[in-house]
C-alpha cells in the first residue's frame, strides 16, 4: 500500500493533503510603492537581456488587519517549543534564518514577508501587487513555499502567479521577476556563486536561475519524464549541487541527481543506487552524506557519499495515521531537524544518527488527524529551517514556532551493550533497554518501529518489552525480546526502540541483522 502525499500544494499532478487550509481570510490593501518588472525569456538554454518596467498597486478584495511594523508578539513557551503567533490568516510557510539569528518566512494571506528577531519584535512587508487569480480563501492569496536572501533583499516564489518578488527591508522596495507561464516556482537556494535558484512544480521538471546582474532567467530542462516535478536544490560547493525530483503522478517514483551549477549546460546524473524513494520532499547534508525527507515512508533517507547506498531511518509511530509525513528537513552540524506534518511534531537525529528525538508542538498534544489538519487550532506544520542549536517551523494555522536544541529532555533511552543483533528466520533474540530519568515507568510507555516496510510499522519482526516501575531520578532495565517471522527476507534492519510520554519521543537506533 502506497501512503497519501502529504502537502504539495499544485496546479497539476501531486495531491494536497493539508490545505484543509483557511477558513474565512482577511486581507490587506497594499499602498503604493515603486517597483520593477523583470520580464523573461522562455524556457531553454539561452537567456536574454531583461525588459524593465515600471507597475503599480492593484488592491485586493479582502481586508486583513494591517501588517505589524515593529509589533511585539508574545510568545509560548512548553519544554524545548517556544511559539510566536501571527496575525490570523497569514498562513506563514517558506522559512529562512538570517546571519544574525532572525526569522524570515512568507505569508500567504498577507501576501508578503514578514522578520521576526529574537526578542518577539515582528515586522511585515506585503507585496504591492495584484493577487486576483481567484482564490477560494482570502487567507491564500497566494502561496509561498521558498524564501531566500539575496542580493539585499528578501525573495520569495509566487507559485499561483509564476514569478519570484523581492523586498529590500531597508528602502521597502519591491521587485518581481516573471517567470514563463505556468512555471510555479516552489523552493529557492543561492548558489555559492550567488545565482538565485528555483525549482517548478511545472510537469516536465525544470530548474531555474536568476542572474545577480540583470536579473536575466536561464531554465534547465532535467532528464525525466513529462509527468515529473522538480522539488528542491541543494549546493555542496561551488561546483557541486542537487536537484530533487519526482513523478507528479506517481510520487514514489523520484530521483536525486547530481550537477555542476557553473557549466552552461550542465549534466544531470541520479545518485544513490540501492534504494527507491517514496516521495522525498527536502534534502539537506550531513556527515559523511545527504538527507532526504521520505515523506511517504515516514522516514528520513541518508545516502553515504562513500558507498553510494541509501539508509532508512524510522521515525516513532503516531496511534492515530500510519504515516507521519516528514516533509522539509535541515543539517546544523551533526544534528538533522525535519518536521513531520500529519506527526504534529519536529524531530532531530543526532549523535552519529543513532539516537532520534520528536517533539509534539502542541501543548497538550493532538491525537486526531482532523484536528492536526485544521488550521483553525494554529498547527498544521508545512515548512522549516535549520538554526545554529535547533530549529524553526511554520504552522499554516498562525504561528511560527523555535525547537531549543539544548532541552534537556527529562528522560532518555539506550540499547545494551551492542546496537546491533543476530536472529534466523523463525527466531528470537534478546537485549536489554535502559531508561533513565525522573519520570521513568509514571508516564512513559515503550514503541517500536523499523524499516521493513514504507510507514515505519514492524510486521515480520515483532519487539515485546515492558515499562519498568517507577524510579524517581534512577535507571530502570527491562528485556527486549526480539522475534522473526519465519518468512522475512535475510538482510539488515534498521529498527527504533521508543520511550515517550506523548509530547517527548526519545528513540535510539539499533539493526537486527537477519541471517
Known amino acids: 500500500m502506497t501512503a497519501p502525499v502529504g502537502a504539495h500544494r499544485r496546479r497539476h499532478g501531486i495531491a494536497i493533503k493539508y490545505l484543509a487550509i483557511l477558513a474565512i481570510a482577511l486581507f490587506l490593501s497594499a499602498g503604493l510603492a515603486a517597483v520593477y518588472t523583470f520580464t523573461t525569456p522562455p524556457p531553454g538554454k539561452s ?20 501588517p505589524a511594523v515593529d509589533h511585539k508578539v508574545t510568545p509560548t513557551t512548553f519544554g524545548a517549543i517556544t511559539e510566536y503567533p501571527i496575525a490570523p490568516n497569514r498562513s506563514p510557510t517558506g522559512l529562512t534564518v538570517a546571519p544574525d539569528g532572525s526569522l524570515w518566512f512568507g505569508e500567504w494571506g498577507l501576501p508578503g514577508v514578514a522578520h521576526l528577531l529574537p526578542n518577539g519584535t515582528l515586522t511585515e512587508y506585503p507585496w504591492p501587487y ?46 518581481k521577476i516573471n517567470l514563463v507561464n ?26 531555474g536561475k536568476v542572474s545577480p546582474t540583470n536579473g536575466t532567467v536561464t531554465y534547465y530542462e532535467l532528464p525525466t519524464g513529462s509527468s515529473w516535478e522538480s522539488l528542491y536544490i ?56 545527504l538527507w532526504a525527507t521520505e515523506h511517504s515512508a515516514s522516514a528520513m533517507a541518508f545516502l553515504n557519499f562513500t558507498t553510494g547506498h541509501w539508509t532508512i531511518y524510522p521515525t516513532s509511530t503516531v496511534p492515530y495515521t500510519p504515516w507521519v509525513l516528514t516533509y522539509f528537513d535541515s543539517s546544523n552540524g551533526s ?18 544518527a543513532s539516537q532520534l ?36 517551523f511554520a504552522a499554516a494555522g498562525g504561528f511560527v514556532g523555535y525547537v531549543n536544541g539544548s532541552y534537556v529532555a527529562p528522560f532518555s533511552i539506550s540499547i545494551g551493550s551492542s546496537n546491533s543483533v543476530q536472529v534466523a528466520p523463525g527466531g528470537s ?39 519498568p516501575a517507577a524510579s524517581a531520578g534512577g535507571t530502570g532495565t527491562v528485556s527486549l525480546n526480539i522475534a522473526s517471522a519465519t518468512d522475512i527476507k535475510p538482510g539488515t534492519y534498521l529498527a527504533a526502540a521508543t520511550v515517550t510520554d506523548g509530547s517527548i519521543y526519545r528513540s535510539v537506533y539499533f539493526t537486527v541483522v537477519v541471517t
Open 335 to 352: 544534528a538533522v531537524w525535519f518536521n513531520e506534518h500529519y506527526g504534529n511534531r519536529m524531530g532531530v537525529i543526532y549523535d552519529n
Open 47 to 66: 537567456t536574454t537581456s531583461s525588459t524593465i518596467t515600471s507597475t503599480t498597486t492593484t488592491s485586493s478584495s479582502c481586508v486583513s488587519p494591517a
Open 234 to 289: 541543494l549546493f555542496q560547493s561551488s561546483t557541486v549541487g542537487y536537484v530533487l525530483a519526482l513523478d507528479g503522478y506517481n510520487p514514489i517514483l523520484a530521483q536525486v541527481l547530481s550537477f555542476n551549477p557553473t557549466l552552461s549546460s550542465p549534466t544531470f546524473t541520479p545518485i544513490g543506487d540501492n534504494h527507491t524513494l517514496f516521495a522525498p520532499t527536502s534534502l539537506t547534508l550531513g556527515e559523511g552524506g
Open 357 to 392: 528525538t520528536e517533539y509534539n508542538v502542541s501543548n497538550p498534544p493532538l491525537y486526531n488527524l482532523t484536528t492536526i489538519t485544521d488550521p483553525t487550532n494554529g498547527t498544521n506544520m508545512v515548512t522549516m529551517a535549520g538554526a545554529r542549536d535547533g530549529a524553526w
Open 429 to 467: 533474540v534478546q537485549t536489554t533497554l535502559k531508561l533513565t530519568g525522573d519520570t521513568v515507568g509514571s508516564s512513559l510507555s515503550l514503541q517500536f518501529s523499523d524499516n521493513e516496510f514504507n510507514n515505519g510499522t514492524a510486521k515480520l519482526l515483532t519487539f515485546t518489552a515492558a515499562v
Open 182 to 207: 505556468g512555471t510555479d516556482p516552489y523552493t529557492l537556494a543561492v548558489s555559492p556563486d550567488n545565482y538565485l535558484w528555483f525549482t517548478a512544480s511545472k510537469l516536465g521538471a525544470q530548474i
Open 130 to 175: 495584484s493577487f486576483s487569480a481567484g482564490n477560494s480563501f482570502c487567507g491564500q492569496q497566494t502561496e509561498i513555499w521558498g524564501v531566500a536572501l539575496w542580493n539585499g533583499s528578501v525573495w520569495g516564489s509566487d507559485l499561483l502567479y509564476s514569478r519570484l518578488i523581492g523586498v529590500n527591508p531597508s528602502t521597502g522596495q519591491a521587485q
